[in-house]
C-alpha cells in the first residue's frame, strides 16, 4: 500500500541555508518523527540503539499520508505555513495537523487573531469543515505561555507515560545515583576523571560562564577526556560536544524529571539541591575523582499521567473566558521515527545514524489528539470540526490535580481518549457564522475581521455576541479576588446519542462561597440531532487562587461519571496586559456529558473501512495512553510538476513502499513505540476512506 501519497514544500522568499534540501526532505528528523506516531507501520525490533526496544506502530497503519513542508533550518515563514493551510484545504483534507508555533516571550505582547497566521489558517479550514490540531507550546511551565488560543482548533498540551528512561552515575567512592537521560553510550572504561566546568574556562570566558558548559566556554585542553560536572541544565544544541569532554553532569535547582533528552555525548541530569551537591562535594574532597556515566535503561513513572513541566500553560491572554489549553496528550519521551540524515542530538557531527529517536514537546502530543479526532470523524464523517472538538473534550479522562498545579489551566479537559469520544451523546457545536458573531463581539472592524475570514464579512450591531455565549465545551471567567460575580453563560447541546433522552445536571466539587446553577437542569430529546439550551450561572466569590469543579450531564444509563468529570477551576492573581482590568483571578469549567453508551509541519492521511474495522479488534488503551496520529483527506495522485520554483511540488508519490530507502526521509512515516504491547499504549484510530477508487 501507498503509505505517503503526497508530499510538496513551502519556501516563498526563496531564501536557503546550505543544509536545506529544496524537497520535503526532513533534514531535522521533526516531521518524520511526528507523521510516524500517525500512521507509522507496526515496526518488530524498534529501538533507539537498544533502549526502548518493542513493536513499534503509528495509531493507523493502514492511513495515507500528505506531507506539506512549511520549515526550514532558519524559520517557519508566516507565509509559508499559510501557503501549507491553503494547498491543504484545496486538496481537500479532513483533519490537518501542525506542530509548529511560536512560543511564549515575556517581550512579546500576545498575538490576536488577526495577527495569528495559524489561526488565520485554522479558520479557512474550520470554513471548510476541517479540523486543525495544534501543539500547545513548549514555554511552561509559568502561566500565561499559551500563545495558540483561538477558539476554532485544538490546542494540545504534552502529558507523560509510565515508561520512563533512567541513567546511572557512579562516582569513584563508590555512590551511585540515579538521574535522567537518553543516553545511549556505554562507557568504555573504569572510571573518567571528574571535573568541575567552573574550575577550566577557555580564554576569553570566566568561571560562571564555563561552569554552565556552554560549548567553546570549557578549556578543551583541559577537559579533553574527562567527565565535567555543570551548573544549571542546557540543551544539547547549546551544549554541542563540550569542548572534547568524555561526559557531562547536569545539576539543576530545578530538576525536572518529566523530560530526559538526547545529547551528543554521554550525559545525566540530577537534581542539584542533593545528588549536585554530594557530587560536588565528592569532587573536592579527593585529588584523583572519576565518575561513570551508564547508558540510560527502562523504568517506570508510576505517577503518570501529569502535565510536562515544559508544556505551555493558561490562562488565555486574548480572551481569559475561553480556557487554553483544549486537551492534553502523551508528548514525553517518545520513541518514533527519525529522519537517518538528522543527527539524533540535532548537534552537528554527531555520526550516530538511525531511524528512531526518542524525542519530548507538544509536538508529540498534537499528532495523538488529530488521530483520535480522525477516530472520530471516521465514524462520524459528517461532523463540524466544533462537533469533533467537543466530543473529545467532553469524554476525557481528568488527571490528577495533585499532581498538575496548574489544574485546567495545563490539560484542559484532560488526558484524551478516543474510544469514549465516539459516542459522546451530547455535543456543543459551532459554526462559521458562530465565531464571525464572536469576533465582532470583540469589536474588530471589517479590515481585520477580514484578515481572518478572507471574505467580505462584516459586523453589524446585531451580529456581536459575548463571549460568555460562545458555545464551547468549556467555561471561563476572570474576576478579582474575593469580587461578587454574577455571570451567565449560555450554551446549547445537541442530541447525537438515543433519539428520546434525558440527561439531568449535576454540578460538584465548588466552594461555599459560589453559587453555581444550570437551568434546565434536565434535557429531554426526543429525536436525533435535536439542540436544547441551557445557561450557567456562576454567583459569589473566590478567595483562593485556584478553583475546580464539575458540571456532568448524565442521561442515567451506563454512568460512568467518575471517567467523565469535568473540572471548573479559578486561576491565580495575574496582572493582564490592560490598565482597566488589572490584579485579576480566573474562573473555568469544563463540561461534561455521561451518555447511553459503554463507551509538524501539516500531514494528511487516509484509511480503508475494512482496515479500520480491523484495527477496532485491538486491545483499548491503557489509562495514560490515549495516542493516535492527525489526518486528512487527499485526493488521486496527479502528474508530477515540473516547477523549479521555491514553491514547488514534488512529485506524488505512487506505490512506494513505506520502507524503501529511496523514498525522501521526511515522508517515510514508521512508528510510535510503546514500552511493551503496543497495541494496548497506541489508539485505534484514523479517518475512513471516503473514496475506493484510488486504494
Not at 480566573?586 to 487516509?606: P, Y
Request: hydrophobic residues 35%; contains cysteine; proline residues 6%.
Amino acid at each position: 500500500m501507498c503509505k505517503v501519497i503526497g508530499a510538496k514544500y513551502f519556501r516563498i522568499a526563496g531564501k536557503f541555508e546550505p543544509e536545506d534540501i529544496l524537497s520535503p526532505t526532513d533534514t531535522t528528523g521533526h516531521g518524520s518523527h511526528c507523521a510516524s506516531i500517525a500512521v507509522g507501520n507496526p515496526v518488530p525490533n524498534a529501538n533507539l540503539f537498544g533502549l526502548g526496544l518493542g513493536t513499534a506502530r503509528g495509531g493507523v497503519p493502514s492511513a495515507r499520508i500528505a506531507v506539506y513542508k512549511v520549515c526550514w533550518t532558519s524559520s517557519c515563514n508566516s507565509t509559508d505555513i499559510l501557503a501549507g493551510f491553503d494547498a491543504a484545504i484545496a486538496d481537500g483534507v479532513d483533519i490537518i495537523s501542525i506542530s509548529v508555533g511560536r512560543e511564549y516571550s515575556r517581550r512579546l505582547r500576545p498575538l490576536e487573531y488577526f495577527q495569528d497566521n495559524i489561526a488565520i489558517g485554522a479558520f479557512h479550514a474550520m470554513s471548510r469543515g476541517i479540523l486543525t490540531s495544534k501543539s500547545a507550546g513548549n514555554s511552561g511551565p509559568s502561566r500565561y505561555t499559551m500563545t495558540n488560543l483561538a477558539p476554532w482548533f485544538l490546542s494540545v498540551a504534552a502529558t507523560t507515560t509510565d515508561r520512563k528512561f533512567f541513567t546511572n552515575l557512579q562516582l569513584g567512592n563508590g555512590q551511585i545515583i540515579q538521574g535522567i537521560s537518553v543516553n545511549s553510550f556505554s562507557p568504555t572504561q573504569n572510571g573518567y576523571p571528574l571535573i568541575y566546568g567552573g574550575d577550566v574556562p577557555a580564554p576569553g570566558f570566566n568561571s560562571s560562564t564555563s561552569s554552565l558548559c556552554r560549548n567553546n566556554s570549557l578549556n578543551g585542553a583541559l577537559v579533553r577526556g574527562k567527565i565535567v560536572l555543570c551548573d544549571g541544565y542546557a540543551s544539547s544544541s547549546l551544549v554541542e560536544f563540550a569542548s572534547g569532554a568524555a561526559g557531562v553532569i547536569f545539576r539543576s535547582a530545578y530538576f525536572d524529571e518529566s523530560e530526559a533528552s538526547v545529547f551528543a555525548l554521554p550525559s545525566i541530569h540530577i537534581d542539584g539541591a542533593s545528588d549536585g551537591k554530594s557530587v560536588y562535594n565528592y569532587l573536592k574532597s579527593t585529588s584523583n575523582p572519576t565518575a561513570i556515566i551508564s547508558k540510560s535503561y527502562k523504568g517506570i513513572d508510576s505517577a503518570a499521567p501529569y502535565i510536562a513541566s515544559f508544556s505551555s500553560r493558561g490562562p488565555n491572554r486574548i480572551n481569559p473566558e475561553i480556557l487554553k489549553p483544549d486537551i492534553a496528550a502523551p508528548g514525553v519521551e517518545i520513541l518514533a521515527s527519525w529522519s537517518p540524515i538528522s543527527p539524533i542530538s540535532s548537534v552537528k557531527g554527531d555520526s550516530r545514524a538511525t531511524i528512531f529517536n526518542v524525542v519530548s514537546g507538544t509536538s508529540m502530543a498534537c499528532p495523538h489528539v488529530t488521530a483520535a479526532a480522525v477516530y472520530v470523524k471516521s465514524f462520524h464523517p459528517d461532523w463540524s470540526p466544533a462537533a469533533l472538538k467537543s466530543a473529545l473534550m467532553t469524554t476525557a479522562i481528568p488527571l490528577n490535580p495533585a499532581l498538575n498545579s496548574d489544574a485546567e489551566f495545563a490539560y484542559g479537559a484532560g488526558q484524551i481518549n478516543p474510544l469514549k469520544a465516539v459516542n459522546p451523546g451530547l455535543v456543543y457545536d459551532v459554526g462559521r457564522n458562530d465565531y464571525i458573531n464572536f469576533l465582532c463581539g470583540k469589536h474588530y472592524n471589517a479590515p481585520l475581521l477580514r484578515r481572518i475570514t478572507g471574505d467580505n464579512s462584516t459586523c453589524t450591531s446585531a451580529k456581536g455576541v459575548s463571549v460568555l455565549n460562545l458555545n464551547l465545551p468549556s467555561f471561563a471567567l476572570s474576576t478579582y479576588h474575593s469580587f461578587y460575580q454574577n455571570v451567565t453563560f449560555g450554551r446549547t447541546v445537541t442530541n447525537v446519542g438515543s433519539a428520546r433522552s434525558t440527561y439531568r445536571a449535576t454540578v460538584t466539587g465548588y466552594p461555599s462561597s459560589l453559587n453555581i446553577q444550570v437551568e434546565p437542569n434536565v434535557l429531554t430529546f426526543t429525536s436525533l440531532g435535536q439542540r436544547l439550551s441551557f445557561t450557567l450561572r456562576i454567583e459569589g466569590t473566590i478567595d483562593t487562587n485556584l478553583v475546580s469543579s464539575s458540571l456532568t450531564w448524565d442521561d442515567g444509563t451506563h454512568q460512568r461519571t467518575e471517567e467523565r468529570r469535568a473540572r471548573w477551576f479559578v486561576s491565580e492573581k495575574k496582572r493582564i496586559e490592560s490598565a482597566t482590568i488589572g490584579e485579576t483571578k480566573k474562573i473555568a469549567v469544563r463540561s461534561s456529558i455521561v451518555e447511553s453508551f459503554r463507551g509538524c509541519g501539516l500531514f494528511g492521511i487516509r484509511i480503508d473501512k475494512d482496515e479500520l474495522k480491523k484495527q477496532l479488534t485491538m486491545p483499548q488503551y491503557l489509562r495514560y495512553a490515549s495516542a493516535i496520529p492527525f489526518a486528512f483527506r487527499i485526493p488521486p495522485p496527479v502528474s508530477p510538476a515540473t516547477s523549479t520554483a521555491p514553491t514547488a511540488t514534488i512529485p506524488l508519490l505512487r506505490h512506494v513502499p513505506w520502507s524503501s530507502s529511496s523514498t525522501p526521509a521526511a515522508v517515510v512515516a514508521t512508528a510510535w513505540l510503546s514500552s511493551s504491547t503496543p497495541a494496548t499504549v497506541v489508539a485505534t484510530a484514523l479517518l475512513s476512506r471516503r473514496d475506493s477508487s484510488n486504494s
